[in-house]
């Protein structure tokens, strides 16, 4: 896994393309150029299988390889973009030695969030679906212009109503929410024991 959270392991148990019969490695190199454009065209992180329709391809096990193939090579070759799993897919970004630069490109500013945005999104992560009383209960404030603050932002979404009197809308973390901290998955979040290890630090 990278420093930022982008995995870009070696498929275990396949062998690299080098490792292949020629006539394997041209269609193999085709496929890993292949994977590579349509990273490159995606504006969301895209899963295998996604991958896999786009070029009428029926072996997954093979789309996995080139994907695992490309971001090794980024890593390795330490070009300005890397291959990462993100959000349940993969993605191609630009890596984080060049972040200034390309903010300074592009005109935008860095994700900023106040502490009582932090302190929200840690609760709506960590213990979603959840409703607004919940994480005011847990912050001691209201946390109404924050919620909607973060809903504005695409990190946190209305996952429908509690089936209880009043039905209270409940919410929870996004796909963006996903990309912008680099995880896979909410599995991905530090546990409480690891939470109480990085403060002590």
């Known amino acids: 896994m990278s420093k930022d959270g982008g995995d870009v392991v070696p498929f275990p ?27 490159f065209a995606a504006d969301e992180p895209v899963g295998s299988g996604t991958l896999a329709t786009a070029l009428d391809h029926p072996d997954p096990m093979s789309i996995e390889r080139a994907i695992h193939e490309l971001a090794g090579r980024c890593a390795s070759e330490s070009r300005g973009v890397e291959v990462v799993r993100l959000a349940g897919g993969w993605r191609m ?33 960590y213990r979603q679906p959840v ?21 504005e932002r695409s990190l946190v979404r209305v996952a429908g109503r509690r089936d209880e009197p009043g039905q209270p809308l409940q919410y929870a973390t996004t ?23 990085l403060d002590a630090e």
């Open 13 to 39: 148990g396949l062998a690299p393309w080098a490792d292949t019969p020629e006539d394997d490695q041209d269609d193999g190199e085709h496929l890993i150029s292949a994977v590579e454009a349509l990273l």
């Open 93 to 125: 970004r630009t890596g984080p030695a060049h972040a200034d630069a390309v903010r300074r490109l592009k005109g935008g500013t860095p994700l900023r969030l106040s502490k009582a945005a932090l302190e929200t999104l840690a609760v709506v992560a």
């Open 131 to 151: 409703t607004r009383a919940e994480i005011d209960g847990v912050r001691g404030v209201g946390s109404g212009g924050v919620l909607k603050g973060l809903i």
């Open 175 to 197: 796909r963006t929410f996903l990309e912008t901290f680099s995880l896979t998955g909410l599995g991905d979040l530090p546990t409480l024991a690891e939470r109480e290890e």
